[in-house]
C-alpha cells in the first residue's frame, strides 16, 4: 500500500510553478551516506571532487582515503553510536573524516573551533587544527574524549592528498594538568553486539590522557601492508539509513539529530531542484561552513550530482574571490551577509564572479538584490530551511516565476502549514499570519521531536494562494528570547550562513505533539 505522502497531494499549492522536470514524488533511495559516495565513485571515477588551496582529490580517491581511514579510526577507540567531533575550517580532510565515521556508523558533531565545548562534550575522538591543540586542552570536561586527530590549518607541500610526502610529528600526549584525568584510547576489545536500528554501542575506557595523532601519520597507518587484528575492527555491517548521522548543538541547549537517510533525501532534493542545461564543468562555491549542516548537505548534493566542490578554509572574502578567480564557479551558495562582504570588495576583484550562473541565498532585501544583479549576472535562488531539516525546505523555481523576497516554493515530498501560534494543530485561514509547519523526509528529530513529524519553525509566514512562503518574523517570544541570547551580530553573520535562516528562529524550533 502506497502511503498518501508519497503520492502528489491535491491540496498542495505551487506545484504549477514547480520548473519543468521537477517532480513532486521525488524517489529517493533507502541507502546510507557511505552508500552514496560509493555510488558517485562508481559513477564519476577520476572526476575531481574537491579542491582546497594545494589539494585536489578525484571521487575514487575521496572514496578510497575514507574507506582507508576508517579502520584506523577503529585503532583511536571510535566504535559505533560515538560521536567525532569536527572542529575543522573546510578542507578535504574534514570531508574524509565525515566519510570515514559513517562508515562505522559513527556520528559526527560539528562545531565551532572558538567555542568547542558542545561538540567535545559527548565526542570520543575529536578532529581539530594542528595550531589549535591547546584550545581543546582547556576546553572543559571531555569525560569521554579518547583521542584527537590534528589536520594542519596552512596548505603545505606535501599535503594529505599530494605525491610529497613529509614526516609529521608521530604521536603525542595531550598533556595539560589543569585539565585533569582523561580516558585513554580503548584498548583491543571485541565492540559489543547492536541492540537493534540507531541503539549505540558502548566501547570500555580507561582514565588516563587523550592520544594525539596527526591525520597524515593517521592515514600512512592506514595504508599499512597489514592491519591490526579482526577484534580492533567493528564487523557489526557498517550504519543503516535510521542510524544518526549528525548531531548539532544549539545555542539554546537543544540539539537537532539528522539520520543517514535525512541528509541523503536532503541531497536528492538539492540535486532535483535544480534543472536545466548542466554546465560542461559544474563547479559549486560555497561559503557556508562545514561546520554548518548546511555545508555538509551542499557538499553531499555536489557529490551525488559529481559536481566540483571548491572549499575556502575560513571563507575570507578575498580568499573567495582568489579561488573564483582560479576555478571558475558556476554556482555560487552563501548567506546575505557573505554576499555583503563580496560586493563591498573593488569591482576588479569581483570580476572572478563572471562565471557564476546561480547564486543561492536567503530572502535578500531590496538593496542587497539590486547590487548583486548589477554585479552578477546570473540567476538569484532565494531559499529557506532550519537545521532541522538539513537547511533545506523551500527555494524559489529557476524559472520567471520565482518571486523574489520570498522563501519560495516547498522542495518535493516536502509539505509546509501555517499554523495558528501556540496551537499547532489548527491552520490559519488563507492568507493570514501563523507559525510555519514543515514535514517531510529531510526532516529529523528536533529536541524530542519523532522523526517524520510536523517540525514547528518557530518562524511567522505567510502564504499566497500561489504556494510561495513570505517569512515575517521571529515567530513569537521565544523567538526574541533566541535573539537576545545569540545577538544581533550573530543574526547577521554566523547563523545567516545556512543559506535562509537568519539564527533568530532557530532556538524556536520546537516539538509539536501532533505528528
Known amino acids: 500500500m502506497t502511503d498518501l505522502f508519497e503520492r502528489r497531494p491535491a491540496e498542495e499549492p505551487g506545484l504549477r510553478f514547480y520548473a519543468p522536470g521537477v517532480p513532486w514524488p521525488l524517489p529517493v533511495p533507502r541507502e546510507t551516506l557511505p552508500d552514496l559516495l560509493d555510488g558517485a565513485a562508481r559513477r564519476y571515477g577520476g572526476r575531481t571532487a574537491l579542491v582546497a588551496p594545494g589539494h585536489r582529490i578525484g571521487f575514487r ?83 569521554l574524549l579518547r583521542a ?145 549542516v548546511r555545508g555538509i548537505a551542499l557538499v553531499t548534493a555536489a557529490l551525488l550530482a559529481g559536481v566540483r566542490t571548491v572549499l575556502v578554509p575560513g571563507g575570507d572574502p578575498l580568499g573567495v574571490l582568489r579561488a573564483a578567480r582560479r576555478h571558475t564557479p558556476t554556482v555560487l551558495v552563501a548567506a546575505p551577509a557573505g554576499l555583503r ?38 540567476r538569484v535562488v532565494e531559499t529557506y530551511g532550519p537545521t532541522a531539516a538539513a537547511g533545506v525546505a523551500l527555494a524559489n523555481p529557476l524559472t520567471a516565476d520565482a518571486r523574489p523576497g520570498t522563501a519560495g516554493l516547498t522542495l518535493p515530498r516536502t509539505r509546509a502549514r501555517i499554523a495558528v501560534e501556540g496551537f499547532a494543530d489548527v491552520d490559519v485561514l488563507p492568507g493570514h499570519a501563523g507559525e510555519l509547519l514543515l514535514r517531510g523526509p529531510q526532516i529529523g528529530d528536533d529536541h524530542g521531536r519523532p522523526s517524520g513529524g510536523w517540525l514547528r519553525t518557530g518562524r511567522l509566514a505567510v502564504r499566497g494562494p500561489d504556494g510561495f512562503v513570505t517569512l515575517l518574523g521571529d515567530g513569537g517570544p521565544e523567538g526574541e528570547r533566541e535573539r537576545a541570547r545569540e545577538g544581533e551580530g550573530v543574526r547577521d553573520g554566523v547563523a545567516e550562513a545556512g543559506g535562509g535562516h537568519d539564527g533568530r528562529g532557530e532556538g524556536a524550533e520546537r516539538a509539536s505533539p501532533h505528528a
Request: aromatic share 2%.
Open 61 to 143: 580517491v575521496l572514496r578510497r582515503a575514507a574507506a582507508r581511514l576508517a579502520p584506523a579510526l577503529t585503532r583511536l577507540g571510535l566504535r559505533r553510536g560515538d560521536h567525532l567531533a569536527l572542529l575543522l575550517p573546510d578542507c578535504p580532510e574534514a570531508v574524509v573524516l565525515c566519510h570515514a565515521a559513517w562508515r562505522l556508523g559513527v556520528t559526527v558533531v560539528p562545531g565551532d573551533i572558538d567555542a568547542p565545548g558542545r561538540a567535545l562534550a559527548l565526542a570520543a575522538v575529536a578532529a581539530v587544527p594542528e595550531h589549535r591543540l591547546s584550545d581543546v586542552a582547556v576546553s572543559g570536561d571531555r569525560a
Open 148 to 292: 584527537v586527530v590534528t589536520v594542519r590549518g596552512a596548505p603545505a607541500r606535501g599535503g594529505a592528498f599530494s605525491r610529497e610526502g613529509g614526516r609529521e610529528g608521530a604521536r603525542e600526549r595531550l598533556a595539560d594538568p589543569a585539565a585533569g584525568e582523561r580516558p585513554a584510547a580503548a584498548g583491543p576489545t571485541v565492540p559489543a553486539q547492536r541492540r537493534g536500528p540507531g541503539q549505540p554501542h558502548t566501547a570500555p575506557a580507561r582514565r588516563g590522557s587523550v592520544d594525539v595523532v596527526a591525520y597524515r601519520d593517521l592515514e600512512r597507518r592506514a595504508g599499512g601492508p597489514r592491519p591490526d587484528p579482526v577484534r580492533h575492527w567493528d564487523w557489526s555491517g557498517g550504519p543503516e539509513p535510521d542510524d544518526v548521522a549528525l548531531v548539532v548543538h544549539r545555542r539554546d541547549g537543544t540539539r537537532v539529530s539528522l539520520l543517514h537517510r535525512n541528509l541523503v533525501a536532503a541531497a536528492h532534493q538539492i540535486v532535483s531542484w535544480h534543472t536545466g542545461p548542466v554546465p560542461r564543468r559544474p563547479r559549486l562555491l560555497s561559503l557556508v561552513p562545514m561546520s554548518d
Open 341 to 378: 562582504a563580496l560586493l563591498a570588495r573593488p569591482a576588479r576583484e569581483r570580476k572572478a564572479l563572471g562565471g557564476v550562473a546561480t547564486v543561492v541565498t536567503a530572502p535578500l532585501d531590496v538593496g542587497t538584490r539590486e547590487r548583486l544583479r548589477a554585479a552578477v549576472n546570473a
